[in-house]
C-alpha cells in the first residue's frame, strides 16, 4: 500500500477530482480530454444545429426520428422526467447483440446555453450571474450535457457516420477542437489514455 500511495503521490493528476461537470459521463470525458467542452460541428468544424426532428439512419430497420436538443422542462404527467432529455431510444445503442431494430427516437443532450430563450437555459444563467460566473457559452453553439457515445471508434474509423445497426446515432460527431492529446503529440510527450471504445 505504501508504494501505490507514492506513485500517486508523485504521478497522479487531479487525484482528488470528481467530475468537470454537472452532467453525463461522456460531458465529463470531453471535458477530461480538452479541458473545455466541445459543441456540435459539422464535417468542417463549424458549429451546426444538432438534429432535431430529423429522420436519422434513413433506409436501415433503425430508422427514425431524433430531437437531440435538450429540453429539461417537465414532462406532463411526472415528476421527475423531461420533455427531451438523455441518449435516446430504440437502435442499438452500441450494445452487444442481439441488435434491436426499433426505430431510434429521443436523444436530447444539447443545448444552446447562451440563448436564455432555449429551454432550461435561463434559470441556469440567471443562477450562475447571481454567483459571479461567466457561463463562457458561444451564440449558436449547442454544447453536449450528457452521455453520447465517442467520435471515433478505437480503430480510427468515424463513428458519427457509421449505420452499422451495432451503432447508434447518439454519437459525437468529429471535432476539430484540440485536445490534451493533440498538445501532448505536438511535443512529442508520449501519453495514454483508457476508456471506454
Keep these: 500500500m505504501p508504494y501505490f500511495t507514492s506513485l500517486a503521490q508523485k504521478y497522479a493528476m487531479s487525484d482528488n477530482f470528481h467530475q468537470s461537470v454537472n452532467g ?3 460531458a465529463n470525458h470531453i471535458m477530461f480530454g480538452h479541458a473545455d ?5 459539422d464535417t468542417y468544424g463549424n458549429a451546426a444545429v444538432p438534429p432535431n426532428g430529423t ?21 406532463p404527467g ?13 437502435g442499438n445503442g452500441g450494445f452487444a447483440p442481439p441488435y434491436q431494430t426499433n426505430p431510434v427516437s429521443g436523444g436530447g443532450s444539447y ?11 435561463k434559470p441556469i444563467l440567471d443562477y450562475l450571474k ?5 457561463p463562457n457559452c458561444e451564440p449558436g453553439h449547442y454544447y453536449l450535457l450528457n452521455n453520447y457515445n465517442p467520435g471515433y471508434f478505437g480503430n480510427g474509423k468515424n ?3 457509421d449505420t452499422n445497426p451495432s451503432n447508434t446515432p447518439f454519437t459525437i460527431p468529429p471535432s476539430t477542437r484540440k485536445s490534451i492529446g493533440d498538445s501532448l503529440n505536438e511535443r512529442n510527450i508520449s501519453w495514454k489514455y483508457y476508456g471506454d471504445q
Design 130 to 134: 447571481n454567483i459571479r460566473i461567466h
Design 37 to 41: 467542452m466541445i459543441y456540435f460541428s
Design 55 to 75: 429522420q436519422v439512419f434513413g433506409g436501415t430497420p433503425d430508422a427514425g426520428i431524433v430531437h437531440q436538443i435538450e429540453n429539461p422542462n417537465p414532462a
Design 111 to 121: 443545448s444552446d446555453c447562451s440563448d436564455p430563450g432555449q429551454p432550461g437555459v
Design 24 to 26: 453525463g459521463t461522456g
Design 78 to 90: 411526472t415528476n421527475n422526467w423531461y420533455t427531451e432529455d438523455g441518449y435516446g431510444a430504440g
Design 159 to 161: 463513428a458519427y457516420t
